[in-house]
């Protein structure tokens, strides 16, 4: 599976900003697909996950309702809506796949290229 994240960018402390995940190669309906995200001197953290399947979600405890995590597989496509953005929720978000839903960066096979969400404050 090859991962494309895009949607990164600047914005405004209280603003919102929706991150994309794009797939290719094999069936990216048999994956969980989750966010993770890496601040400077910081380790990676858990954001979100949506499971094969059903579609189950899960959230990072710091999330508080304000992300939401899609998918479509018809386009294969994973989707992340951030909205109320924090200063402190500027990172490098990654998108990632595996065949088992966790919260360890570990449990994911396959790694796109981080995009960069800056908050200002």
């Known amino acids: 599976v090859q991962l494309q994240a895009s949607g990164g960018g600047l914005v405004q402390a209280g603003g919102s900003r929706r991150l994309s995940c794009s797939a290719s190669g094999r069936a990216f309906i048999n994956y969980t697909v989750a966010w993770f995200r890496q601040a400077p001197g910081k380790e990676r953290e858990f954001v979100s996950a949506v499971k094969y399947g059903v579609g189950t979600t899960y959230y990072g405890d710091f999330v508080k309702g304000r992300f939401t995590i899609s998918r479509d597989n018809v386009k294969n496509t994973v989707l992340l809506q951030m909205n109320n953005l924090k200063p402190e929720d500027t990172a490098d978000y990654y998108c990632?796949?595996?065949?088992?839903?966790?919260?360890?960066?570990?449990?994911?096979?396959?790694w796109g290229q981080g995009t960069l969400v800056t908050v200002s404050s």
């Open positions: 990632a796949a595996g065949t088992i839903p966790g919260t360890k960066s570990y449990m994911y096979d396959y």
